[in-house]
């Protein structure tokens, strides 16, 4: 019944378990005097369970030879279910695991994130396995010397790990010491040649794994297509009658296709997800579908006119919001900012309502203020300077002048800072405005998580 609905599979696990632990007795050294000189010989250690025919070549085909020593073996005792440690046997555990993706030219992984991949693994089945550890001997102190070396390892147990593979939830096993015969000689031991053998007994629990089912993840993130108009209709493939209806295409055209179409508005300290009709939207809806939060997640705000532009991007942290499912903790990455053009403003200010002295600091050489209103020659605070809105003004230790006239950089971007609030802005041509808080459409931001 069993090979009509499951195919043949075989992960030599308990194999890996036997070769971690012939690995534990291995290398153990015993001390020789041979000729006046002294040696330090490897105690070889091996797996015990073999045929009959190999052992038979071993002694030479006789039965007057007896095994080489010292030497250390390893075999299977017994393999019982642990009853105690069954869990739920249907739990289905799900890990979403995202690559590095792999530069083929330059042959090594790049910082960008590569393709994603959905792991189910399923609850192995427990089992208590018993080892037999036998220590070939011809003399007591040889014995000696070897089980003082192994009597320190276990105290009374030690943990091994029986792969390298992080999803394996399996890998780590105990090994414990639970009893020791001495020697399977009698006393008294008469003329019998047959060599001294230790019997040392451990408790392995472990566990047998299924098969987990791994899933590439193929959601499209992001469709960038590009649309010409030609000359000739009939190059398209399509009946003249036809024209019109491209008739309203522009020269170069772009479509831009998100997940649900969601944007995202972000101010300092928080990014909101919002629907098309601009309403706020849970912030797990997307971040299901590509894996989960962590510490190194971020978000990429890219803060062009061109969605294909990546010269541009700001970048910030992002975490969970315990407070707002709709919203993420957001904090800019200063660096990634673009480099001011104007030096810093101290403040923006509404020139008729702050004036130096009064509202702002007593003037002194090198302060700029950025103004929300038109500034006339009438306030005599500001040194019958006459100024318009979005213009910057600097007192040179004589007098207030204009540092920036807006109306005079209409077709110039600019960027400068505010101290005072520690945010920047940009100069659009007609007016300042945050150069990274704001709403961007699908297409102009980037979840990583």
Request: zero cysteines; hydrophobic letters at 40%.
């Amino acid at each position: 019944m069993a090979g009509k609905n499951l195919d043949y599979w075989y992960d030599e696990q308990i194999k890996r378990y036997l070769i971690q632990l012939v690995r534990i007795f291995s290398n153990f050294k015993v001390k020789q005097i041979v000729n006046g000189e002294v040696h330090y010989d490897r105690v070889p250690a091996r797996y015990g369970d073999i045929s009959r025919m190999v052992a038979h070549i071993l002694r030479n085909n006789s039965e007057n030879a007896i095994n080489n020593s010292p030497q250390i073996t390893i075999s299977i005792q017994s393999i019982n279910p642990a009853r105690e440690r069954i869990q739920e046997p249907f739990l289905v555990d799900t890990q979403q695991v995202a690559e590095r993706e792999f530069d083929k030219v330059a042959g090594q992984y790049t910082s960008e994130q590569g393709n994603l991949y959905t792991t189910q693994r399923y609850m192995p089945v427990p089992y208590n396995m018993n080892i037999q550890v036998d220590v070939w001997t011809t003399n007591t102190d040889t014995k000696l010397q070897i089980l003082e070396q192994l009597f320190i390892i276990f105290n009374p147990g030690i943990q091994l790990q029986s792969n390298d593979n992080p999803l394996d939830w399996t890998s780590i096993f105990e090994v414990e010491l639970s009893d020791i015969q001495w020697s399977s000689r009698t006393l008294p031991a008469g003329v019998d040649e047959s060599l001294d053998i230790s019997t040392l007994t451990f408790f392995v629990p472990i566990w047998i794994s299924p098969p987990a089912k791994v899933k590439r993840q193929t959601i499209i993130q992001k469709i960038v297509n590009d649309i010409h108009k030609v000359d000739n209709i009939q190059d398209l493939g399509f009946d003249q009658a036809y024209y019109d209806f491209f008739g309203s295409l522009k020269e170069d055209a772009q479509v831009i296709v998100a997940p649900n179409d969601l944007q995202v508005q972000v101010s300092i300290g928080g990014a909101t997800l919002l629907r098309q009709n601009m309403t706020a939207t849970p912030w797990s809806d997307i971040i299901e579908m590509v894996g989960e939060l962590r510490a190194t997640s971020r978000l990429e705000l890219n803060i062009s006119n061109d969605v294909a532009d990546l010269t541009q991007l700001v970048i910030g942290s992002i975490a969970k919001n315990p407070l707002d499912a709709n919203n993420l903790v957001f904090n800019i990455d200063r660096d990634t900012l673009p480099t001011n053009t104007l030096d810093n403003v101290d403040k923006i200010i509404d020139p008729r309502n702050s004036r130096p002295s009064n509202g702002l600091a007593p003037q002194e050489l090198g302060q700029r203020y950025l103004l929300t209103e038109d500034l006339s020659s009438d306030f005599v605070e500001w040194g019958g300077i006459s100024a318009s809105a979005n213009d910057i003004i600097q007192y040179n230790g004589t007098t207030w002048v204009v540092a920036f006239d807006g109306s005079q950089s209409s077709d110039v971007t600019h960027f400068v800072t505010n101290s005072f609030a520690n945010d920047q802005y940009k100069w659009t041509g007609t007016a300042w405005i945050s150069s990274w808080q704001g709403t961007y459409n699908p297409g102009f931001w980037r979840l990583i998580l």
